[in-house]
C-alpha cells in the first residue's frame, strides 16, 4: 500500500532566536558515523554549520554527539537562545527524561544538559 506524501519545511525560530537542527549517521548500527548541524537565525540566515566524522558508534551516540558538538559551537559563537530541532525521537525523550541506563549515553546527555 502506497504511503501518503507528506511536505516538511523548516520554520523559523522566534525573533532573537536561533535554531539548531542537527543529523547523525550510523549506517549499520553500529558503523563507521558522521554528525552534521547548522544554526540559522530568524530570517533563516546561516550562522554556523558543521560536519565531522565519528568513527564507529552507533545512532544514538553519534545523534546525542551532533547535539552536543552543535550546542558548544553555538555556546562558542555567542548564538544564543536557540531552539533545538532534531529528528530522532529517542534523543528527544533522552534528553527530556534525562535518564539512560547506559553510561556513554549518561554522559552525552549530562554534557548537554550542563550547555543550557
Known sequence: MPQALRVVRWTTPSPAWFKLNSDG???????????AGIIRDAEGQVRLAFQ???GT???VLVELTAVWHSLELA???????IEVEVDAM????LLQSRVSGKWEVQHLIMRIIQIQ
Open 90 to 93: 529517542t534523543v528527544i525523550q
Open 57 to 59: 558508534t552507533n545512532s
Open 52 to 54: 565531522v566524522a565519528l
Open 75 to 81: 555556546l562558542a559563537h555567542g548564538l544564543a537562545p
Open 25 to 35: 549517521s550510523s549506517p549499520g548500527n553500529p558503523g563507521l558515523a558522521g554528525a
